[in-house]
């Protein structure tokens, strides 16, 4: 079974910038499909960004866009996401997950099989 473990959260100010990772372990990535979820205290997980595995990419919410880029380093099997200009409300965990192949048209959590533990970003002054 795929295994993934992300890193690279921790506490940055506002306007800071974070490099998040994504490792699979077990099998390679180069066939499936990343995507980048958060989820902040009691609210519900939300699709952040997705990978395909040819690299298309895709980038919700509309908060998100213009401040994120996911990409993929298929040598290291390893995904990133490189999140800048933060802002107190991207404060939550980040997982990624993997699905076959392609990203769909909006990144949500149900179409995803495999999951890794989570990283806490705490964006706060």
């Known amino acids: 079974q795929l295994q993934l473990v992300e890193s690279g959260g921790g506490l940055v100010q506002p306007g800071g910038s974070l490099r998040l990772s994504c490792v699979a372990s077990?099998?390679?990535?180069?066939?499936?499909?990343i995507g980048w979820f958060r989820q902040a205290p009691g609210k519900e997980r939300e699709g952040v960004s997705c990978?395909?595995?040819?690299?298309?990419?895709?980038n919700s919410p509309d908060s998100v866009k213009g401040r994120i880029t996911i990409s993929r380093d298929n040598a290291k099997n390893t995904v990133y996401l490189q999140m800048n200009s933060l802002e107190p409300e991207d404060t939550a965990v980040y997982y990624c997950?993997?699905?076959?192949?392609?990203?769909?048209?909006?990144?949500?959590?149900?179409?995803?099989?495999?999951w890794g533990q989570g990283t806490q970003v705490t964006v706060s002054s």
């Open positions: 990978i395909s595995s040819a690299g298309g990419r895709i």
């Open positions: 997950a993997a699905r076959d192949l392609w990203c769909t048209s909006q990144v949500r959590p149900d179409d995803y099989r495999y």
């Open positions: 077990r099998f390679t990535l180069d066939r499936y499909a």
